[in-house]
């Protein structure tokens, strides 16, 4: 196990889809401890491959409070197979230390996954809790999306982004999300 460099926005890896799992081999045993490793070591509570600059669909995430035993959860090769509702969630990511932004994000999604094991798991994460806004900004990891694309208000995203000496949000990525924005105006 080690702890790896974490990349911070700007690096090219973070745009970049990542390739499947074809085998849960020890590579990539070794993958999942080194993210798990390295989120604790940061005080995260997610933490995709391609932030350490791996392109493999890996993510690994601990929503427990401080006060609970810890409570690894790994995604291999995950599948968002079911999402409804929608949030506004404030959301922060170890690329983009401190810069805190409002994001839109479904309210409840279903998962399927391999644990690290390699074996197939299906998890239901609803009501808009930690874990549901988490395994969306991981999952997006794992497609070079960044949370900032789904920013509320991208003036305001500008004003922390340079405030943290982090490059602006990237236009042409920014996601159009009419079904999520109707939900939010309907609340
Ligand atoms: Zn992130």
Do not use: W
């Not at 460099?5 to 889809?17: A, H």
């Not at 020890?26 to 390295?38: A, G, M, S, W, Y």
């Not at 299906?122 to 694309?149: K, M, P, S, W």
């Amino acid at each position: 196990m080690a702890i790896r460099n974490i990349l911070k926005y700007g690096t090219k890896s973070l745009r970049e889809p990542s390739k499947e799992v074809h085998k849960v081999s020890k590579k990539i045993t070794e993958l999942v401890n080194d993210l798990l490793e390295t989120m604790y070591s940061a005080n995260g509570v997610g933490l995709a491959a391609p932030q350490i600059g791996v392109n493999y669909r890996v993510f690994v995430l601990d929503v427990s409070s401080n006060d609970e035993p810890l409570r690894p959860m790994v995604f291999i090769n995950p599948k968002i197979i079911k999402k409804s509702g929608a949030i506004i969630s404030n959301e922060g990511c170890l690329s983009f230390p401190e810069a805190y932004t409002d994001v839109r994000r479904y309210k409840n999604v279903t998962v399927k996954a391999l644990d690290s094991h390699g074996r197939p798991f299906v998890l239901e994460a609803n009501g808009g809790t930690l874990l549901t806004r988490c395994i969306q900004h991981e999952f997006d990891h794992l497609d070079g999306i960044l949370y900032i694309d789904h920013c509320i208000n991208r003036f305001e995203t500008n004003e922390t982004l340079a405030k943290y000496n982090l490059p602006p949000i990237e236009e042409d990525k920014l996601l159009e999300e009419p079904e999520l924005e109707e939900e939010l105006k309907n609340d």
